[in-house]
């Protein structure tokens, strides 16, 4: 059974960090490019952060470039999302995808909620 697993979401006041983490199993993670996206109420689903393999490049949008990074311990089967710098604009569900580098299939999460505010 496929599994993305979040967790170290929570409440943060601005200007704050969480990490994230994303726990993988039921499949062969280190084949796979992993992302980062966020759902705010009200609003589309959209891309944070990506990281490859085995190149590990990363992509990130301006609203997050230089507050948060992606990284991956294949070792490990998880990515991380370091997100520092928290703005309340930050507030959403993250949610963690896996794509695999060659097949037409992706794998989602079920979410962590982040919430920014004081």
């Known amino acids: 059974q496929v599994q993305l697993v979040e967790s170290g979401g929570g409440l943060v006041q601005p200007g704050g960090s969480l990490r994230l983490s994303c726990a993988a199993s039921?499949?062969?993670?280190?084949?796979?490019?992993m992302s980062w996206y966020r759902q705010a109420p009200g609003k589309e689903r959209e891309l944070v952060a990506r990281?490859?393999?085995?190149?590990?490049?990363?992509n990130y949008p301006d609203s997050v470039k230089g507050r948060f990074t992606i990284s991956r311990d294949n070792a490990k089967n998880t990515v991380y999302l370091q997100m520092n710098s928290l703005k309340p604009t930050d507030t959403a569900v993250y949610y963690c995808?896996?794509?695999?580098?060659?097949?037409?299939?992706?794998?989602w999460g079920q979410g962590t909620q982040v919430t920014v505010s004081s």
């Open positions: 995808n896996a794509e695999h580098i060659w097949r037409q299939d992706d794998y």
């Open positions: 039921g499949f062969t993670f280190s084949l796979y490019h």
């Open positions: 990281i490859t393999t085995p190149g590990g490049f990363t």
